[in-house]
T-cell receptor, first 111, second 112 residues
């Protein structure tokens, strides 16, 4: 079993839709959770960082962590064509510098 | 400022060449990382430096040689690479022991 599972997609939605991206993980020792956005041939850009269960909102983006279910989500409201990218979840343990990445979900927002 | 810079953006090298990739950050981070990323795959950790000392080497072949001259700079020296080493090489930095890593734009390496 992989430490982090993420559906690679591809996922295609119309402009303005709410997008839900998800990852599950297997080790309850993981403490912090990140979402990165990566455009083609560019480096990953940190979108959201959370350290606890619950929701964190930043503009059109909401990150949700459910530690009891070992499940994390990223919601994108009012999706725009510029949101078309690969979204990577990344999970880590306190004091450890190795992140475990999901496989990435390729998202396309259609105008 | 959350910027990590990398040079060059693109590099083409033969299997007998020696070249270096460079990375710089000015966020005061004391942990720096090298990752390798193949197409449609997540980044794969190669090396971690903490306080300018190598703390993690993910069993990377010796044809890749990292160097951390100071707390802001990270180099990756390349020698006798193979075509399968062609990939996007990413540098990242973070506070030591804290999860959020900031990535640079990457160097796209092609080995011919």
């Amino acid at each position: 079993q992989k430490e982090v599972e993420q559906d690679p997609g591809p996922l295609s939605v119309p402009e303005g839709a709410i997008v839900s991206l998800n990852c599950t993980y297997s080790n309850s020792a993981f403490q912090y959770f990140m979402w990165y956005r990566q455009y083609s041939r560019k480096g990953p850009e940190l979108l959201m960082y959370t350290y606890s269960s619950g929701n964190k909102e930043d503009g059109r983006f909401t990150a949700q962590v459910d530690k009891s279910s070992k499940y994390i989500s990223l919601f994108i409201r009012d999706s725009q064509p510029s949101d078309s990218a690969t979204y990577l979840c990344a999970i880590g343990r306190g004091g450890a510098q190795k992140l475990v990445f999901g496989q990435g979900t390729r998202l396309t927002i259609n105008p | 400022d959350t910027e990590v810079t990398q040079t060059p953006k693109h590099l083409v090298m033969g299997m007998t060449n020696k070249k270096s990739l460079k990375c710089e950050q000015h966020m005061g981070h004391r942990a720096m990382y090298w990752y390798k990323q193949k197409a449609k795959k997540p980044p794969e950790l190669m090396f971690v430096y903490s306080y300018e000392k190598l703390s993690i080497n993910e069993s990377v072949p010796s044809r890749f040689s990292p160097e951390c001259p100071n707390s802001s700079l990270l180099n990756l020296h390349l020698h006798a690479l193979q075509p399968e080493d062609s990939a996007l090489y990413l540098c990242a930095s973070s506070q030591v022991g804290i999860g959020e890593q900031y990535f640079g734009p990457g160097t796209r390496l092609t080995v011919t």
